[in-house]
């Protein structure tokens, strides 16, 4: 067998069959590849070589149908939109694209983003990813979330017999002032909707927790933003795969609870320092459950000060009516 300049001809391993894979479904030139590639697509073929495809497919949940090329492919559309994408670190990079598998939403398709800031990268779920993740569950018959604005008409009944929402918009254009958003589901056997809803200073208090809280996602989109968190919130109150939800939970101890001392939110939402991490079980504990873990906050960092006994401890994972029963 020939050799090529003294390097011996070996067989393909595993790595090189996943980057011709994903080469032909990234629409990648061979020709770049084998000369001089460019940061988007030395990025791909670094991650296929550090982990390939079956990095991927070990991710996905059970039964997914969708093939790990789309999350390459995927993170391909995203890098080309913006190309700060391309230039994080590669563990982000990884620690992204695995998270988009477990949650079986691919990036860069209007559903789901991936979000540079401070060469890091994020995965976040945008409204409609959310939508999906939750419609996957055949109890819930109806999901809808909305944007209120100054001006319009939005009454909100959260508790008993005629809970629900009245929202009719009187504003539309550019140039509105946004107030709140909030998101209604409708369950097998009850027509009353479950509703969560979020004002200014709940959304203020969600973004200072997140690790991207100055990325162009939350400064630039804040309707978005608002929409995709009430979802969330309310997702949690909603019944849920195993897998959905511990892929949510994933989701949310790799955007939030790693924060600094000064990105922790306003006083008045807590009364102890945001956790350093959170278990994937923790999103489905139930609402006793959550009442039965009062932390103190360290004797090392006390707070300046001590919120009234009777304030809600925040946390912006329990679930609404827990707050209020609390």
Not at 99 to 110: E, R
Not at 162 to 185: M, P
Not at 202 to 229: C, H, N, P, V, Y
Request: with cysteine; charged share 30%.
């Amino acid at each position: 067998m020939q050799q090529t300049q003294g390097r011996p001809n070996r067989r393909p391993t595993a790595a090189d069959h996943d980057i011709e894979e994903i080469i032909a479904a990234t629409n990648l030139s061979r020709s770049q590849v084998l000369g001089k590639p460019d940061p988007i697509e030395r990025a791909v073929i670094q991650l296929a070589k550090i982990d390939g495809l079956e990095g991927i497919r070990r991710s996905l949940p059970k039964g997914s149908r969708t093939e790990p090329t789309r999350f390459f492919a995927g993170l391909v559309r995203c890098a080309r939109q913006n190309p700060q994408v391309a230039q994080c670190s590669l563990a982000s990079l990884l620690e992204a694209l695995k998270i988009a598998a477990q949650v079986d939403v691919v990036p860069g398709d209007g559903r789901a983003y991936l979000i540079p800031y401070k060469g890091e990268v994020q995965f976040m779920l945008g409204a409609h990813g959310m939508r999906d993740v939750i419609r996957r569950n055949s109890e819930v018959l109806d999901i809808n979330d909305q944007n209120v604005y100054e001006g319009d008409e939005f009454d909100v009944e959260l508790d008993g017999r005629n809970r629900g929402v009245r929202h009719k918009r009187k504003t539309f254009g550019a140039g509105r002032e946004w107030i709140g958003a909030y998101a209604t589901a409708v369950l097998k056997g009850d027509p009353r909707p479950i509703v969560e809803i979020i004002d200014t200073e709940d959304l203020e208090a969600i973004r200072s927790q997140s690790k991207a809280s100055g990325s162009l996602a939350w400064t630039k989109f804040t309707g978005e933003m608002a929409r995709a968190k009430v979802l969330r919130r309310i997702a949690k109150r909603l019944p849920m795969r195993p897998d959905d939800a511990a892929a949510l939970a994933a989701l949310d101890a790799a955007e939030f609870f790693q924060l600094e001392a000064a990105q922790r939110p306003a006083e008045k939402y807590r009364k102890e320092p945001i956790r350093a991490t959170v278990k994937p079980e923790d999103v489905r504990a139930s609402e006793s459950e959550n009442r039965g873990h009062d932390h103190a906050a360290p004797e090392a960092e006390p707070e300046p000060q001590e919120p009234p006994a009777e304030e809600p401890e925040y946390d912006w994972e329990r679930e609404l009516e827990g707050e209020r029963s609390a």
